[in-house]
């Protein structure tokens, strides 16, 4: 409550401004900390439940996130900030499936032509309702029908069978295994460096 007060405070005396309130809290050491506290012996002795944010809470990605990441890893995403809605690729079959628009056939879902739109983060990609794009759709991203306070979280076999067998994921792999090959040219370190890439660590024995 405490805090809440102060940000509360410094958020009037700053102008009203979100942007500002929002880079104070994601440049603040709490917000940036690690998954692991730096002394785990004190902190398991002083704050078992981290409820002082010795450690950042272990949290999952959310749909976008994931794919975002998976973009990232492979050396694909367009960082650009700002601009019109772009369209990503989905699925063909969803993408020429037919849908009502205004009580009539709306056209087929047209992929942006350029690489680098479609590959831009999910916060630019067009919502168009009545149109989910599966990879979303089986990783909980809600639909954009209805309003959703909070986001449900499953643990479902079509998850994993989407990140293993996906045409988005399995596309982002080869990518990943290009551009790791192009920029290693030793083969016996390719592997070191596809872990750096894809898990931020090297690999262990």
């Known amino acids: 409550p405490e805090l809440l007060d102060w940000l509360s405070r410094w958020f009037v005396d700053n102008g009203w401004s979100p942007k500002k309130l929002h880079r104070l809290i994601v440049t603040s050491a709490a917000y940036r ?3 692991d506290p730096p002394d785990p012996e004190r902190a398991k002795a002083t704050d078992p439940g981290n409820a002082l944010l010795a450690a950042f809470p272990p949290r999952r990605l959310t749909a ?3 794919r975002d990441a998976m973009l990232a ?6 960082r650009a900030v700002g601009g019109p809605s772009v369209f990503p690729e989905i699925h063909p ?3 020429f499936q037919p849908r009502l628009l205004m009580g ?7 992929a942006s032509p350029k690489r680098a739109d479609r590959n831009r983060r999910s916060v630019y990609a067009a919502r168009i309702r009545g149109l989910a794009d599966p990879l979303f759709e089986v990783l909980n ?3 954009g029908d209805l309003s959703c306070e909070r986001r449900d979280e499953t643990t479902v076999a079509p998850q994993a069978l989407t990140l293993f067998h996906g045409r988005f994921a399995h596309t ?19 592997v070191a460096a596809a872990f750096r890439r894809v898990l931020g660590r090297p690999p262990t024995d």
């Open 33 to 35: 900390r690690g998954g």
């Open 64 to 66: 976008e996130e994931i």
């Open 73 to 78: 890893a492979s050396g694909e995403l367009t």
């Open 93 to 95: 079959e969803v993408a």
């Open 104 to 110: 009539k056939l709306g056209p087929p879902y047209e």
């Open 141 to 143: 991203r809600p639909g």
């Open 172 to 190: 982002r792999a080869l990518a990943l295994a290009m551009s790791v090959a192009k920029a290693t040219p030793v083969e016996a370190d390719r």
